[in-house]
């Protein structure tokens, strides 16, 4: 019989506490995240009528989706990443990346600018 060694359970304890994380942080509230860089209203709670059931699956992602621990420490990491590694700027509707690492509002002054 073929014994379990200690480094095929890494991966399998790391996914239970990558699942336990958000459980734990939702009722001891360890960090608390700001969510102001969205212009957009955030889903609270989750609406449940009987009468309606068609709607709470759509209600319940909205939910997880804004309120998950990871949400905002990912977005972090998606926007530096995509600065310091491909040198592109994270809001391009907002902000151009120019020479020597300028930035230049990327709204109407656009059209001003060459590319």
Known sequence: MNRIRPYQLLFPILFGIIL???ILNDTFHF????RNEENRTFTDSIQF???HLDDFPKNFNNYVNDNIVYRQPFLNLFHSSKFYLFKTSPYPNKLIIGQDDWYFNAGKEKKYMKD
Not at 31 to 34: A, I, K, N, S
């Open 49 to 51: 009528n009987i009468n």
């Open 20 to 22: 336990i994380i958000p």
């Open 31 to 34: 960090v608390e995240f700001e």
